[in-house]
């Protein structure tokens, strides 16, 4: 799973098999390591949540979204589900969560499990 985090938006982009294993056990997570301590991030299904939202405790960014939201992206070709969460302080946090599709120019990593670009012609 990716993770991007700019200002006050934060986009998750999920693999083939990272969509599948959450449409399954309702729930992804992924962390990075750092010298002394880790950041963990999820994304978790909930039926207590009427929207998608987002948290932040113990070195958890967890991202909630509604359950029959999730079963419907997951087993469509939505692309991505979209959220603006009004934060405590009045700003707003921009959440995105999308599929994670092969990119169009040369890349180091492996895309081997992300989904076929639609933008590619054939």
Not at 4 to 32: C, H, P, Q, W, Y
Not at 61 to 82: F, H, K, R
Request: charged share 20%; proline share 2%; hydrophobic share 40%.
């Amino acid at each position: 799973m990716k993770l991007r985090i700019k200002g006050d938006s934060i986009r998750f982009r999920l693999s083939k098999s990272e969509l599948t294993a959450f449409g399954i056990v309702n729930f992804v997570k992924d962390k990075i390591h750092f010298a002394d301590s880790e950041l963990e991030y999820s994304i978790v299904t909930s039926d207590s949540n009427a929207e998608i939202s987002a948290s932040f405790q113990s070195n958890l960014i967890t991202v909630n979204v509604p359950t029959q939201l999730a079963l419907n992206w997951v087993n469509t070709e939505i692309v991505g589900l979209q959220f603006e969460q009004t934060l405590s302080n009045g700003n707003k946090l921009f959440i995105l969560i999308e599929k994670d599709f092969v990119c169009l120019d040369n890349t180091f990593e492996d895309q081997s499990d992300n989904f076929p670009n639609p933008n590619i012609v054939c």
